[in-house]
């Protein structure tokens, strides 16, 4: 549990979740016996909502880890859509692919194994969806191409820019995290809220996301 939302308001949305995927749920259990970084049932479900609303056919995620929001994201695609997904962990990306297959989801999922900063040169756009949750000092070297690639009236959404509230100045009596990530977070939520393009809204939910519609 964060400390954007209390305890009882994450408890209270996890009892509406209705989700209730085998892979899923099974994946997100494994990813906190291993403290790993994943997104939660709400995000993933905001994520799958946001997709679905503007009927994505293409999906780029920086930041696969083990495949959970992957599949959140990929669950709300076309036969035909997909979604191309960057980790440059190769154990994560191996892992990723088993549950992308083990969710029945593969035929329309690519993991590219490698550095987003260089891979991301390799990456063709339009994309209807970005899911940005790679490294937290690359969120704003990846800016300008990331809306580049981006569609008009595509979305970019942002995980944890809220960084359980260091970003917030005065909001915590004790900082705990890394100072150059909180650092690289704060700048990019100050540029992505003065991009000439992207018109955008942050969800204090869980540890900040944030969405930016591309408007043209
Ligand atoms: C927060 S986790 C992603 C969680 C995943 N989106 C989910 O919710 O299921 C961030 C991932 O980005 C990967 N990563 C960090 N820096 C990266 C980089 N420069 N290029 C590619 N992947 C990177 C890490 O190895 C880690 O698995």
């Known amino acids: 549990m964060g400390v954007i939302v209390p305890d009882a308001v994450e408890h209270y949305l996890a009892s509406l979740n ?7 749920d099974e994946i997100a259990r494994e990813g906190v016996r291993r403290d790993l970084p994943l997104v939660d049932a709400e995000v ?33 695609l076309p036969p035909d859509g997909s ?7 190769p154990d994560r990306v191996r892992e990723a692919r088993e549950n992308f297959a083990r969710a029945g ?6 993991v590219i194994s490698g550095d987003a ?3 991301i040169a390799k990456v063709s756009g339009p994309f ?11 969120y ?10 981006l569609r008009p009236g595509g979305i970019l959404v942002t995980d944890n820019v809220l960084w359980d509230g260091e970003v917030v100045p005065g909001f915590l009596p004790k900082l705990v995290r ?39």
């Not at 070297?141 to 690639?149: E, I």
Request: aromatic residues 4%.
């Open 178 to 216: 890394d100072e150059a990530d909180t650092r690289a977070i704060a700048e990019y939520n100050q540029r992505v809220a003065s991009f000439p393009n992207l018109l955008t809204a942050v969800i204090p939910l869980r540890d900040g996301v944030s969405i930016s519609v591309k408007t043209s």
């Open 105 to 110: 989801l593969a035929d329309r999922i690519s």
């Open 44 to 76: 993933g479900a905001l994520l799958r909502v946001l997709a679905t609303a503007i009927s994505a056919r293409r999906i780029l995620e920086i930041g696969t880890a083990i495949g959970y929001s992957g599949i959140w994201l990929a669950g709300a």
């Open 140 to 149: 704003t070297p990846l800016l300008d191409r990331l809306v580049s690639l």
């Open 83 to 89: 979604l191309i997904t960057l980790e440059m962990n």
């Open 128 to 138: 209807d969806l970005i899911f940005q949750d790679g490294s937290k000092q690359l």
């Open 117 to 119: 900063k260089l891979m």
């Open 18 to 24: 209705r989700t209730h995927d085998a892979v899923l």
